[in-house]
């Protein structure tokens, strides 16, 4: 059998040669040098000039915020205070290797003790110090491969900082062996439009330069392909090609129900991109991802800023964003500074929020600042505000109450808790809107850590148990007169979307790069479809049958 079996994100497919991420290199040894210490410090002085030029020389080609980054560490690794530390331990007779391990390590403990800026570019210096070991060694540096060519990223998973910076003209396709559908890594490859499959626990067994094709729409990778199998591939990879091209007309069933297609963002960038791609606002701006590697909380200006940019994009137009939701997969260390051994069912979301209530009313203040500004230079946007990870009816009052001090008009919550899923018409009496996160929904339905491959199989939005709680929440909506939209990845899946809107969701909000597939799927159903389909998923016994209930279904209009 030439196929390895994964979770594949997106429809896209895709075919090249494999490049592995590679993982840490070994520490080196106290070993004494055999070459003493004035040729071990030439070695030293080569190899850190030599990764400072290849830092400066991608931060050329990246451009932009990583081009800075970039250049800070190319910056960091010259610093003549570093090559006297190493210098200082050569004359132990010790390798360059060893030397620069231990004068890295411990500069980096030095820049930790001093805290603020420093302190936080501190860790930035353990990857500069693996690039100058591997350099000595003449082995390829850890992290994301540079073979020549472009090339299909194998890993175990990928930090998101590596997906951020992924150059999109090299990578065709990315699989990792670990990680769920949900996980963080899966999220930023489907805002990139990254053809990706991720829990393909058996791609660890693939080896740098044979070709695959990556089929994430079925969910396999195709090892060792025929001529007829990489042919048809290409031919579907062009087929979706020309999709993305078709006219970029508002979300609407075949009947003509109106289901807004709304953007998933983490960043003010992606909105031109959003836009572009037919977005008619956005659904779910994630603000802490802002703020991943910030030790101390953001200023107001600081957001303000953020928040202008994004809602000066969507002037006249819808624009969902969320507080902070810190904790678990996206840990802040300004909200998340106590130890806990289940973080995910912490003090994280509008609990942490809570708890450091003056984080969230500077949050508020400079949501509604960047709110006066945008709309004193011209039209304004709708800018609603929801809170995340809310369990309980007095929650719900708490973040309406306080979002109504700041002016903020339209305040609703997210419903990733069961609890609040099934409480969503008392919930739905205080809060203007729900947008149900299908990632959580499933993780807390389900009891299956998003993160975790090795659940990955539970971690399935079409499972009947999460499509009910969709239902209930469906139901409170339509009983109070109030939208749920739906933010989660599900919302993503052209035909799971379908159902979404059958169950009762009034819009749909994804990653740019799906709304296409998603804008052509709604399309030909109406909305007695949509129901109809909803209703064949919701009375299967697990979550595959209720796919192919609702494909069966799907095809006998
Ligand atoms: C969700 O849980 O579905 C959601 C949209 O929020 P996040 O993925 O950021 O946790
Ligand atoms: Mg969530």
């Known amino acids: 059998m030439n196929q390895i079996?994964?979770?594949?994100?997106?429809?896209?497919?895709?075919?090249?040669?494999?490049?592995?991420?590679?993982?840490?290199?070994?520490?080196?040894?106290?070993?004494?040098?055999?070459?003493?210490?004035?040729?071990e410090a030439a070695r030293a002085r080569e190899a850190v000039a030599a990764v400072a030029r290849e830092l400066e020389a991608r931060g050329q080609v990246a451009g932009g915020a990583a081009r800075d980054v970039l250049e800070a560490q190319a910056m960091m690794a010259e610093d003549p205070a570093l090559e006297a530390e190493v210098t200082t331990r050569l004359s132990t007779g010790r390798t360059a290797e060893w030397a620069v391990a231990d004068a890295f390590a411990s500069f980096r403990d030095q820049l930790t003790a001093v805290g603020g800026y420093?302190?936080?570019?501190?860790?930035?210096?353990?990857?500069?110090?693996?690039?100058?070991?591997?350099?000595?060694?003449?082995?390829?540096a850890p992290g994301v491969p540079d073979p020549g060519h472009p090339f299909v990223l194998v890993a175990t998973d990928l930090a998101p900082a590596d997906t951020a910076l992924l150059d999109l003209d090299q990578v065709l396709a990315l699989v990792t062996s670990e990680g769920?559908?949900?996980?963080?890594?899966?999220i930023l490859a489907r805002e990139k439009g990254i053809v990706a499959i991720v829990g393909a626990a058996d791609a660890a067994g693939l080896a740098d330069g044979e070709t695959v094709i990556v089929d994430a729409a079925a969910g396999v990778v195709i090892t060792d392909p025929s001529a007829e199998e990489l042919t048809r591939a290409q031919h579907r990879a062009d087929a979706r090609a020309a999709a993305a091209s078709a006219p970029l007309t508002p979300g609407a069933l075949a009947d003509g129900t109106a289901v807004p297609l709304l953007a998933n963002l983490g960043s003010?960038?992606?909105?031109?991109?959003?836009?572009?791609?037919?977005?008619?606002?956005?659904?779910?701006?994630?603000?802490?991802?802002?703020?991943?590697?910030?030790?101390?909380?953001?200023?107001?200006?600081?957001?303000?800023e953020a928040y202008e940019k994004l809602l000066a994009a969507f002037r006249g137009r819808k624009v969902v964003v969320r507080a902070l939701d810190a904790g678990a997969d996206k840990p802040l260390a300004f909200l998340n500074d106590a130890h806990e051994e289940n973080p995910a069912l912490g003090?994280?979301?509008?609990?942490?929020?809570?708890?450091?209530?003056?984080?969230?009313?500077?949050?508020?203040?400079?949501?509604?600042?960047?709110d006066a500004a945008v709309a004193a230079t011209g039209e304004a946007a709708d800018l609603w505000v929801m809170a995340p990870m809310v369990a309980t009816v007095s929650e719900t009052r708490y973040f309406v109450a306080l979002a109504r001090e700041y002016g903020i008009r339209t305040?609703?919550?997210?419903?990733?808790?069961?609890?609040?899923?099934?409480?969503?018409?008392?919930?739905?009496?205080?809060?203007?809107?729900?947008?149900?996160?299908?990632?959580?929904?499933?993780?807390?339905t389900?009891?299956?850590?998003?993160?975790?491959?090795?659940?990955?199989?539970?971690?399935?939005?079409?499972?009947?148990?999460?499509?009910?709680?969709?239902?209930?929440?469906?139901?409170?909506?339509?009983?109070?007169?109030?939208?749920?939209?739906?933010?989660?990845?599900?919302?993503?899946?052209?035909?799971?979307?379908?159902?979404?809107?059958?169950?009762?969701?009034?819009?749909?909000?994804?990653?740019?790069?799906?709304?296409?597939?998603?804008?052509?799927?709604?399309?030909?159903?109406?909305?007695?479809?949509?129901?109809?389909?909803?209703?064949?998923?919701?009375?299967?016994?697990?979550a595959a049958s209720a796919r192919a209930a609702a494909q069966a279904a799907a095809s006998l209009r």
Not at 180 to 186: E, L, R
Not at 462 to 485: S, Y
């Open 5 to 39: 079996h994964g979770v594949g994100i997106g429809l896209g497919v895709a075919q090249g040669r494999v490049a592995r991420m590679s993982g840490p290199l070994a520490l080196p040894t106290e070993e004494p040098s055999a070459i003493g210490a004035e040729a």
């Open 118 to 140: 420093l302190g936080e570019r501190a860790a930035d210096l353990d990857d500069v110090a693996q690039r100058v070991i591997a350099h000595l060694r003449g082995v390829a």
């Open 180 to 186: 769920g559908p949900t996980s963080h890594t899966a």
């Open 268 to 304: 003010p960038d992606g909105a031109a991109e959003a836009v572009a791609l037919g977005a008619e606002g956005v659904g779910l701006f994630r603000t802490e991802f802002l703020f991943l590697s910030s030790q101390n909380a953001p200023t107001v200006a600081q957001q303000r």
């Open 347 to 370: 003090l994280r979301g509008l609990r942490a929020l809570r708890a450091n209530e003056d984080i969230l009313r500077e949050q508020l203040t400079a949501l509604a600042e960047a």
């Open 411 to 444: 305040a609703g919550v997210m419903v990733e808790v069961p609890a609040a899923a099934l409480l969503a018409d008392r919930i739905l009496r205080d809060a203007d809107f729900a947008s149900i996160g299908t990632n959580d929904l499933t993780q807390y």
């Open 446 to 542: 389900m009891a299956a850590d998003r993160l975790l491959g090795s659940v990955a199989s539970f971690q399935d939005p079409w499972h009947p148990a999460v499509l009910r709680l969709i239902r209930a929440t469906g139901d409170g909506g339509a009983a109070g007169g109030k939208p749920v939209g739906i933010c989660g990845e599900a919302a993503a899946d052209p035909l799971l979307a379908v159902v979404l809107v059958g169950l009762g969701a009034t819009s749909l909000s994804m990653a740019p790069t799906a709304l296409a597939d998603v804008r052509q799927s709604l399309k030909t159903h109406s909305l007695d479809d949509a129901r109809r389909i909803a209703e064949a998923a919701l009375a299967a016994d697990d």
